[in-house]
């Protein structure tokens, strides 16, 4: 066991034994009853939708009431998400040490490849997830350290990366509209660290026990998601409700983070949300996280201060400060932030 808990789940995981009793969740933590996304769909918006008003409108209605929304009409060409959504699977099929390797390059270590989550070790639960995370900031910066293998990793990834940059930019234009912020508030360095990340969560033999990733908010601005295309997974608490997001087609899944929580003074809110595993397909999901650079200021916006009877809710933190505190705390961070 001590050595198996050690190498990536893809390697060693079995889907005709059971599941290793660390993998098991707390009664209180597993799966149980969720509603279908058809009964409570995710609000699905067309970008595509020429009167700006009535867009502005339905993303800002669909953050408010449930942190999420889905996006079609993006813009991304969908052969570009197919072949994202492929190169990290292929990435994932690949030895174990293969990969290792090719998150090697990066001396600071900010390249990524571990089961469960970064925090194995103080975790005493753990989950049904393999993931690959690294910085893809549209500087450039740091492209020296991508992996090389699939062979067309940096082409694909780097343009999914570029493509994901413009809509963030095009989405956080929008939800500044909505909050009365000016139109390009997010532009002064307030997205220009984004990283991406590839989960893989294998079939699991027993999935009522286990779980792909725990309850939590996202610590960033916003986040964009591509998930599997036949494959569901994630799943959004509303009103104490647990709504499984059935996978669009070519759609993006986008949440509110808690960065974004901050900056709009409480106006939007990062939403809980996790991942459940099933016992006969693989899932893989692609996820943008839009950050700051470390060095920012992250604070309730003057422009919404002013004008409103809300005092601050939060105070100043910077990026640094606020991921530090969010790696050790986990969902506790919130705690912090008044
Ligand atoms: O894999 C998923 O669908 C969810 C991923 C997610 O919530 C995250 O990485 O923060
Ligand atoms: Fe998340």
Redesign the pocket.
């Known amino acids: 066991m001590e050595s198996m808990d050690r190498m990536l789940l893809s390697s060693w995981y079995d889907v005709h034994s059971t599941v290793p009793s660390s993998y098991v969740q707390l009664p209180e933590n597993r799966p149980g009853k969720v509603v279908s996304s058809l009964h409570e769909p995710i609000p699905v918006i067309d970008l595509g939708e020429r009167h700006r008003p009535h867009l502005t409108k339905q993303i800002l209605k669909a953050s408010q009431e449930y942190g999420f929304f889905q996006v079609i009409n993006h813009g991304v060409s969908h052969d570009l998400m197919d072949e994202t959504l492929n190169i990290f699977k292929e990435f994932h099929g690949m030895p174990p040490k293969e990969k290792i390797n090719e998150c090697s390059k990066d001396p600071n270590g900010n390249f990524k490849i571990y089961t469960s989550g970064e925090n194995y070790k103080k975790n005493a639960t753990h989950y049904w997830?393999d993931?690959l995370i690294h910085p893809c900031p549209p500087s450039g910066e740091n492209f020296q350290y991508w992996p090389e293998k699939p062979s067309n990793y940096r082409e694909i990834v780097g343009k999914y990366s570029r493509e994901m940059n413009r809509l963030t930019l095009e989405i956080l234009e929008i939800l500044c509209e909505g909050l009365g912020l000016e139109p390009r508030y997010f532009c002064g360095g307030l997205c220009e660290n984004p990283s991406l990340?590839a989960?893989h969560?294998p079939p699991c033999p027993q999935p009522s026990l286990t779980l792909?990733?725990a309850k939590?908010k996202?610590p960033t601005i916003i986040?964009i998601?591509l998930?599997d295309k036949e494959v569901e997974?994630?799943q959004v608490l509303k009103d104490g409700t647990w709504i499984a997001?059935a996978p669009i087609p070519n759609a993006f899944?986008v949440?509110i983070g808690l960065l974004l929580q901050i900056i709009s003074n409480g106006r939007l809110a990062g939403v809980e949300?996790?991942?459940v595993t099933n016992s006969s397909i693989a899932?893989t999901?692609v996820?943008y996280?839009v950050y700051p650079s470390f060095e920012s200021n992250i604070e309730p916006a003057q422009a919404l201060l002013k004008g409103s009877n809300t005092p601050p809710l939060y105070k100043s933190i910077t990026c640094r400060e606020f991921r530090a505190n969010f790696y050790q705390k986990g969902p506790k961070v919130e705690e912090d932030l008044q």
């Open positions: 997830k993931s990340a989960h969560y792909g990733l939590h996202d986040t998601l998930q997974g994630l997001v899944v949440n949300h996790r991942a899932r999901s996820v996280f």
